[in-house]
Each structure stands twice: as C-alpha cells, then as structure tokens.
C-alpha cells in the first residue's frame, strides 16, 4: 500500500508561481511511473506531467515550458514547480504514483489562479 499526501495548493494570481509536493509513505526508488493530474470543474482529469524510474519526463502541451516535474528521493517527494500560471490552469491537482501495476493517488490539492 502506497500513501500519496499533497500540499503546496493555493490562490495565486496570473503570473505567479507554486510548487506542489507530494510525499509518498514509502522510498520513491520502489515506485514506477509517477505524476500529476488535475481536474477541473466539469472536466475529465488530465494528464499534467509524468516521470518515469529513468527519468524520463513527458508534459500536457498545454503546460510545457512552465511547470516543471522533478523528484527528491531523500524526501520521498515529488514535486510540480508551477510558473506563469494562468487561470486556465485552475483545478484540483492529484499525485499519482504506479507501482507493481497498481495506480495510487493523493487526495488533491486545489489551485486557484485569478486573471
């Protein structure tokens, strides 16, 4: 079992910045594919930025070029750095990791950008 625990949501202005964490219960090397998804309201979750075991990472074209996906393994955290946010960027934004073919997922963190 694999606990996914977010934070780092919040009201920010168009233009500005937040980074999300995410910290996982146990050690991110036992981990496969992890990433970020939002939904908003009336829409289909989404896909935002993934990160494979090797590093690889693949964003919504919608986001490239200003969020950035990275992990810290001593902290067993993923993070999602978040800059020149626009309203449309606004929604519940969801940790996800995959292990042993099992999808987890946190319990969200809302992101709010005002125009």
């Known amino acids: 079992q694999v606990q996914l625990v977010e934070s780092g949501g919040g009201l920010v202005q168009a233009g500005g910045s937040l980074r999300l964490s995410c910290v996982a219960s146990?050690?991110?090397?036992?981990?496969?594919?992890m990433g970020w998804y939002r939904q908003a309201p009336g829409k289909e979750r989404e896909l935002v930025a993934v990160?494979?075991?090797?590093?690889?990472?693949r964003y919504a074209d919608s986001v490239k070029g200003r969020f950035t996906i990275f992990r810290v393994f001593a902290q067993r955290t993923l993070y999602l750095q978040m800059n020149s946010l626009k309203p449309e960027d606004t929604a519940v934004y969801y940790c996800?990791?995959?292990?042993?073919?099992?999808?987890?997922w946190g319990q969200g963190t809302q992101v709010t950008v005002s125009s």
């Open positions: 996800n990791a995959l292990s042993q073919a099992v999808n987890y």
């Open positions: 146990v050690s991110l090397f036992t981990l496969n594919t």
């Open positions: 990160i494979t075991s090797g590093a690889s990472t």
